[in-house]
């Protein structure tokens, strides 16, 4: 079954400095992977995803993450990070659920806090 | 075009009452979605829906029942709430036009309910 695991629930930046989320699958076949973000009391909404092709995927905002088969990875980065990044970030991966339905699997989430 | 709108925004209830909460979308999709977010949990399936007059069920379906009668529309209910049941509930849709398995999804602001 596919699944997806975010190593990290809690990860502190400053201001201008790297941003790494990271984000492993399970999956048996082809995945098709997202990176959701929701900001404080709102919805999610869609950063990026990648579906077939191209392994490095940009997003909104700066963001963008690389699909990498052979680590099962999925990771997202931004290369400096703003004070309005701080979020929650989730990493989802499709899974079928019967005939030709599918259905997202959510990662438990990673907060990201951005100090000045 | 306002998206995926929920209503209500906020909900106290007592252990044993029932409540629907809505979920509309203006973008004529034919998925739609229900979740719950509790903390370190990430997004849980509820229910989901793949056209109008279908349901099925999804991680966490009891002590839900859902209905779409209405493309647009999305219903999900309570019938007898219990303590567990609190938390924030999030609707979703799929475009249309892609394959499920790479669709996007659009959430709704979400509601917060609180059984006591």
């Known amino acids: 079954a596919q699944s997806v695991t975010q190593l990290g629930s809690h990860v502190s930046v400053s201001e201008g400095a790297l941003v790494l989320l990271r984000c492993n699958y399970s999956?048996?076949?082809?995945?098709?992977l997202f990176w959701y973000v929701q900001y404080p009391n709102q919805g999610l909404q869609l950063l990026l995803k990648?579906?077939?092709?191209?392994?490095l995927v940009k997003g909104i905002n700066g963001f963008e993450a690389e699909f990498k088969k052979s680590e099962t990875s999925f990771h997202l980065t931004k290369p400096s990070a703003h004070m309005s990044d701080a979020a929650e970030y989730f990493c989802?991966?499709?899974?079928?659920?019967?005939?030709?339905?599918?259905?997202?699997?959510f990662g438990k989430g990673t907060l990201l806090t951005v100090n000045p | 075009n306002a998206g995926v709108t929920q209503t209500p925004k906020f909900r106290v209830l007592k252990t044993g009452q029932s409540m629907t909460l809505l979920c509309a979308q203006d973008?004529?999709?034919?998925?739609m979605y229900w979740y719950r977010q509790d903390p370190g949990m990430g997004l849980r399936l509820i229910h989901y829906?793949?056209?109008?007059?279908?349901?099925a069920k999804g991680e966490v379906p009891d002590g839900y029942n859902v209905s779409r009668l209405k493309k647009q529309n999305f219903l999900l209910g309570l019938e007898s709430a219990a303590p567990s049941q609190t938390s924030v509930y999030f609707c979703a849709s799929g475009s249309s036009g892609a394959h499920p398995r790479t669709h996007e999804q659009y959430f709704g602001p979400g509601t917060r309910l609180t059984v006591t």
């Open positions: 999956s048996s076949v082809p995945p098709y």
């Open positions: 829906s793949v056209g109008e007059g279908t349901t």
């Open positions: 989802a991966v499709t899974r079928q659920s019967g005939g030709s339905n599918y259905k997202l699997t």
């Open positions: 990648y579906t077939t092709g191209a392994t």
């Open positions: 973008m004529n999709h034919e998925y």
